[in-house]
């Protein structure tokens, strides 16, 4: 999924109203976009994992570890960084669609992988990093 499809900007009819929490994910991405790209490059050159994803949330979780705390911050979004064997480890994806999830991944050094967690459910966006 990309952040159009997630921002519905493919769509005018269904843009999300201006107080979507998703334009506050869009945001604090954007904001935040040089310290997550970091900690990806600090995942990857540790040997941790080839594929770092970011889970964007804004109530409790327990999967991957707290880098961005929104309470710290005064952001609408906390954001922890996991990787793709934890996501296989924890069963949020199942280990027969692993080789499709790496084959869709994209570019770490270009974008981040993000698994935003919302009350509606939760799905993968691809969001470029700042330039």
């Keep these: 999924m990309n952040p159009e499809e997630l921002l519905n900007e493919s769509n005018e009819r269904s843009k999300p109203a201006a107080d979507s929490p998703l334009i506050s994910l869009e945001r604090d991405l954007k904001y935040f976009s040089e310290s997550i790209k970091e900690v990806a490059e600090e995942i990857m050159n540790e040997g941790l994992s080839s594929y770092p994803i ?33 996501f296989v480890e924890r069963d949020v994806i199942k280990p027969v669609l692993k080789e499709r999830f790496v084959n869709s991944y994209k570019d770490p050094y270009q974008y981040m992988c993000v698994f935003v967690v919302v009350p509606e459910g939760a799905n993968f966006v691809y969001f470029p990093y700042v330039k």
């Design 54 to 86: 970011f889970i964007a949330h804004q109530h409790e979780l327990s999967l991957g570890e707290l880098i961005l705390d929104k309470n710290d911050l005064n952001s609408e979004w906390s954001i922890h960084a996991s990787t793709l064997e934890e």
